[in-house]
């Protein structure tokens, strides 16, 4: 059992940055692969990032390319993503979760943390 909690979220202008932490609980966090997603009132569930156990390995979706940086400290228990350049558009929850030795179906996920850019 892994519990996931999201902190760092909150209100910042178009432009700026915030950092998301996601604290996973338990001796297995580097068993798991580790991903972001968001998801904004009226739309579907969207792919931010992921990361590998290890972190050798990462992957984002096209809107945040270049702009947002999943890590990941495993002696810490913690993922993170940095997000720069934001944008109104990324206004949304946004989740972290966790996929059991790099599987692609997410076992647990966090209750999530508001992001607002403002305009």
């Known amino acids: 059992q892994v519990q996931l909690v999201e902190s760092g979220g909150g209100l910042v202008q178009a432009g700026g940055s915030l950092k998301l932490s996601c604290a996973g609980s338990g001796r297995t966090f580097n068993d798991y692969a580790m991903a972001w997603f968001r998801q904004a009132p009226g739309k579907e569930r969207e792919f931010v990032a992921r990361i590998s156990w290890s972190g050798g390995i990462k992957n984002y979706g096209d809107s945040v390319k270049g702009r947002f940086t999943i890590s990941r400290d495993n002696a810490k228990n913690t993922a993170y993503l940095q997000m720069n350049s934001l944008k109104p558009e990324d206004t949304a929850v946004y989740y972290c979760?966790?996929?059991?030795?790099?599987?692609?179906?997410?076992?647990?996920w966090g209750q999530g943390t508001q992001v607002t850019v403002s305009s």
């Open positions: 979760c966790a996929a059991r030795y790099g599987g692609l179906a997410y076992d647990y």
